[in-house]
Protein backbone atom coordinates (compact mmCIF):
# COMPACT_ATOMS: atom_id res chain seq x y z
CA UNK A 1 0.00 0.00 0.00
CA UNK A 2 1.44 3.46 -1.36
CA UNK A 3 1.52 6.51 0.98
CA UNK A 4 0.09 9.38 0.54
CA UNK A 5 -0.34 12.90 2.07
CA UNK A 6 -3.58 14.16 2.46
CA UNK A 7 -4.33 17.85 3.92
CA UNK A 8 -7.41 18.98 5.26
CA UNK A 9 -8.64 21.55 7.52
CA UNK A 10 -10.82 20.54 10.48
CA UNK A 11 -11.84 22.40 13.64
CA UNK A 12 -9.58 23.16 15.88
CA UNK A 13 -11.63 21.03 19.52
CA UNK A 14 -11.66 18.18 16.64
CA UNK A 15 -7.99 18.36 16.05
CA UNK A 16 -7.63 18.26 19.87
CA UNK A 17 -9.58 15.40 20.20
CA UNK A 18 -7.80 13.22 17.91
CA UNK A 19 -4.51 14.27 19.27
CA UNK A 20 -5.68 13.16 22.63
CA UNK A 21 -6.96 10.42 21.13
CA UNK A 22 -3.36 9.31 19.52
CA UNK A 23 -1.61 10.31 22.77
CA UNK A 24 -4.30 8.30 25.00
CA UNK A 25 -3.54 4.82 22.17
CA UNK A 26 0.62 5.88 21.84
CA UNK A 27 -0.05 6.79 17.85
CA UNK A 28 1.07 9.49 16.48
CA UNK A 29 -1.70 11.35 14.45
CA UNK A 30 -1.15 10.08 11.31
CA UNK A 31 -1.64 6.61 12.46
CA UNK A 32 -5.12 7.42 14.90
CA UNK A 33 -6.21 9.60 12.00
CA UNK A 34 -5.84 6.19 9.53
CA UNK A 35 -7.42 4.18 12.14
CA UNK A 36 -10.24 6.28 12.97
CA UNK A 37 -10.79 6.95 9.35
CA UNK A 38 -11.03 3.25 8.47
CA UNK A 39 -13.38 2.91 11.34
CA UNK A 40 -15.92 5.22 10.19
CA UNK A 41 -16.04 3.78 6.41
CA UNK A 42 -16.50 -0.03 8.06
CA UNK A 43 -19.09 1.44 9.98
CA UNK A 44 -21.01 3.37 7.30
CA UNK A 45 -20.60 -0.10 5.58
CA UNK A 46 -22.03 -1.96 8.09
CA UNK A 47 -25.00 -0.12 8.38
CA UNK A 48 -26.00 -0.38 4.89
CA UNK A 49 -26.40 3.23 4.43
CA UNK A 50 -27.47 3.90 1.07
CA UNK A 51 -28.04 6.98 -1.28
CA UNK A 52 -31.68 5.48 -1.33
CA UNK A 53 -32.11 5.36 2.65
CA UNK A 54 -32.01 8.90 2.99
CA UNK A 55 -33.38 10.00 -0.15
CA UNK A 56 -36.92 11.64 1.29
CA UNK A 57 -38.57 12.50 -2.03
CA UNK A 58 -41.19 10.20 -2.41
CA UNK A 59 -42.13 10.19 1.20
CA UNK A 60 -45.34 11.64 2.70
CA UNK A 61 -46.40 13.94 5.48
CA UNK A 62 -49.39 14.19 7.55
CA UNK A 63 -51.09 16.90 6.92
CA UNK A 64 -53.99 17.97 8.42
CA UNK A 65 -56.25 20.54 6.60
CA UNK A 66 -56.22 24.31 8.25
CA UNK A 67 -58.89 24.98 10.21
CA UNK A 68 -61.80 27.84 9.77
CA UNK A 69 -59.95 30.08 12.13
CA UNK A 70 -56.91 29.37 10.72
CA UNK A 71 -58.12 30.29 7.46
CA UNK A 72 -59.76 33.18 8.72
CA UNK A 73 -56.35 34.08 9.93
CA UNK A 74 -54.56 33.77 6.47
CA UNK A 75 -57.16 35.68 4.68
CA UNK A 76 -56.65 38.65 7.16
CA UNK A 77 -52.99 38.56 6.74
CA UNK A 78 -53.37 38.60 2.82
CA UNK A 79 -55.55 41.54 2.84
CA UNK A 80 -52.93 43.39 5.19
CA UNK A 81 -50.54 42.76 2.49
CA UNK A 82 -52.50 44.10 -0.54
Same mark, same amino acid.
Given at each position: ?????????? &???? *???????????????????? *????????????????? &? &?? =??????? =????????????????? *?? *??
Amino acid at each position: MATVVLNVKI &DEAL *KERLRHYAEVNNENLSTATE *KLLLLAFDAAEEAGVSE &D &DV =DSQHTEE =DVTPFTPKEIKALRKLL *KK *KK
